[in-house]
């Protein structure tokens, strides 16, 4: 039996068991620290975060904080717990992609040849990254963001729902860029950007 134990029993969460469900686990459950989330959508919530060692399953981090998310995975990574790379069947994913341990690809998800994706990203739903992209670890691309090619993402950069970012351009690690933005200059600076063009939020 093919089981998926899930850290993170959130609206996240719920989307990448449905990912997992339709790449061919058998069995999906979750680990929270929230005593009071019993559920996440169908699926049991069994145990707190550090339960999941004990259990023999595979193990996929669904947290949305890029620094919980980093360190958990490491852990897991540590521990040498089996951690798999999901892609839902309808994102659409270039032959030569490289994609890190750990990653999510969400429904309607594109990414375009050359694009380097590392661990622990999210591609989220309707979202696309475009040819010869390097997403560093930890990147979170939201729900209907579109990075144009040739664009390097550091590291923890977090790309908000909608936010357009033009191409051949650098963002820092660390960055927030907020929903709706449309980046056209590089950000070299660690920090929140917002608006059209985006500026950093003071
Ligand atoms: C940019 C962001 C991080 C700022 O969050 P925050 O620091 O808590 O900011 P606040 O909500 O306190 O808003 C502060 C001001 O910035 C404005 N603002 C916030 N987000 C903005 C955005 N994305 N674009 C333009 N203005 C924005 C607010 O309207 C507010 O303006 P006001 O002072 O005139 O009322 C957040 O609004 C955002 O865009 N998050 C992305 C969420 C997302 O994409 N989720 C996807 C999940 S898949």
């Known amino acids: 039996m093919k089981v998926l134990g899930i850290i ?3 609206g996240h969460g719920k989307v990448v068991a449905d990912i997992a469900k339709k790449s061919g686990y ?3 459950v979750f680990f929270d620290d929230n005593p009071e989330v019993d559920y996440c959508g169908t699926y049991p919530v069994v145990g707190v975060t550090q339960n999941i060692f004990e259990c023999n399953c595979h ?6 904080n890029p620094m919980v998310r980093s360190r958990l995975l490491e852990q897991l990574e540590r521990e040498e717990k089996y951690v798999p790379v999901l892609v839902h069947p309808s994102a659409v994913v270039a ?3 490289q994609l890190g ?3 999510v690809v969400a429904a309607g998800a594109v990414i375009n040849p050359g694009a380097r994706i590392g661990k622990g990203c999210i591609i989220n739903t309707c979202s696309s990254v475009d040819h010869d992209c390097i997403v560093e670890d930890y ?5 209907g963001a579109h990075v144009a090619g040739t664009v390097q993402i550091g590291h923890h950069t977090w790309i908000g729902a909608g936010a357009t970012v033009s191409n051949n351009l650098n963002i820092c690690a660390n960055c927030m860029i907020g929903a ?7 950000i070299v600076e660690q920090g929140t950007y917002i608006g059209v063009p985006a500026r950093k939020k003071v």
């Open 8 to 10: 993170g029993a959130s």
């Open 26 to 28: 058998e069995e999906i």
């Open 59 to 64: 193990a996929f981090v669904a947290i949305g």
């Open 95 to 97: 032959e030569d992609i």
């Open 101 to 103: 341990t750990g990653t």
């Open 139 to 143: 990147v979170h691309v939201s729900v």
């Open 180 to 186: 709706g933005a449309v980046v056209c200059k590089d």
